[in-house]
């Protein structure tokens, strides 16, 4: 069987990173989108690093297209690129509010709703889209706001195009973790405020990168096209729908 060819965007930490490394482990071969070139760290070869400014259609469109083009063409892509901007109602002024809403819904909607656009011109029968949401979309995120709604609304598209696309053969989920300890938010769970976080999970611990990579490969498995249209939830139990 013919390695899958994988495109992540948002790949030069943090979760994306995990989900690349994940793939590369599994033997794909991998674009890794980052906002500036930078060497590749991942196990096998065929490997390739892919830039743009993803609040540009023009640069998402040229970035899929330079992913595929590299590969040799795509069979999973993965939109992971996301801005957590701080934005509270009764703190900010109109003016920052506004730029939050427009920054944060062209990164975290307008960007995967473009590459989808560009990569369903490449991906074939067999084909996977995995979106990573956030358990925010259902719990809401008063100081995000804007990260809340995008995420909801990336939902509801991932359903969207399941049903669209189906009928290719291209499946289309979303997996929508609750708080994972990335290096972004080390000094947080290692502040007083780290343990309130853990608690709300039962487990009493937070999500690692790679369990997200798990679910992320499993749903971008050939054996996955049934969940088409599903968003897994993996949130250690601390918030259900």
Request: net charge negative.
């Amino acid at each position: 069987m013919a390695a899958q060819r994988v495109l992540v965007t948002g790949a030069a930490r943090g979760i994306g990173a995990a989900i690349a490394h994940a793939f590369a482990s599994a033997g794909a071969r991998v674009a890794v989108h980052r906002r500036a070139p930078a060497p590749l760290d991942l196990p096998g070869d065929g490997h390739a690093v892919v830039t743009g400014d993803l609040a540009d259609p023009d640069a998402v469109r040229a970035m899929v297209d330079a992913a595929a083009e590299a590969l040799g063409g795509l069979d999973v892509v993965v939109n992971n690129a996301a801005v957590y901007l701080e934005h509270k109602i009764t703190e900010t002024s109109y003016e920052q509010w506004q730029a939050a809403w427009r920054d944060t819904l062209a990164v975290d909607l307008l960007a995967p709703a473009n590459v989808c656009w560009c990569a369903a011109r490449h991906l074939p029968p067999g084909g996977r889209i995995v979106n990573v949401s956030s358990r925010g979309a259902y719990r809401g995120e008063p100081d995000h706001p804007a990260y809340g709604a995008a995420k909801a609304a990336l939902n509801s598209m991932t359903q969207s195009l399941a049903r669209a696309l189906a009928p290719r053969g291209i499946a289309v989920s979303a997996v929508a973790p609750g708080f994972v300890a990335t290096d972004l938010v080390a000094d947080l769970l290692a502040s007083p405020e780290g343990d309130a976080i853990r608690a709300q999970s039962p487990f009493g611990r937070v999500a690692t990168p790679q369990e997200v990579a798990a679910a992320v490969l499993f749903l971008a498995s050939p054996q996955a096209e049934w969940s088409s249209g599903a968003v897994l939830d993996l949130n250690g139990a601390s918030y259900f729908r």
